[in-house]
């Protein structure tokens, strides 16, 4: 009984994770109007946005409904925030713009 109480318990962490992940990537998708970025910049947050955020979705609904999270779209979804954290200096934006 209780091994089964513990993978329920690991599954809402999962979900909740993912589910913050989601309103992480809601954030990021609306930051260049809440910060006024313009350019390739406002560009990229609205495109890596929305797609942190439907595949934070989509993880927080696999996780609730099929108990089964992935350890792959988790995978992917550090490498997006990786990218998130690299891509101002990728692009070479000033610290202007990023503040």
Not at 17 to 33: E, K, N, R
């Amino acid at each position: 009984m209780s091994g089964n109480r513990s993978v329920d318990d690991a599954s809402v962490l999962v979900e909740r994770t993912a589910g913050l992940t989601a309103a992480i990537g809601i954030f990021v998708l609306f930051s260049s109007v809440v910060f006024t970025i313009t350019g390739n910049m406002g560009l990229h947050n609205v495109i890596a946005g929305a797609v942190i955020a439907f595949i934070a979705s989509f993880h927080a609904f696999r996780s609730g409904e099929q108990h089964s999270p992935s350890a792959i779209i988790a995978v992917v979804l550090i490498l997006l925030g990786f990218w998130m954290v690299a891509s101002p200096f990728v692009f070479g934006i000033s610290i202007d713009l990023v503040i």
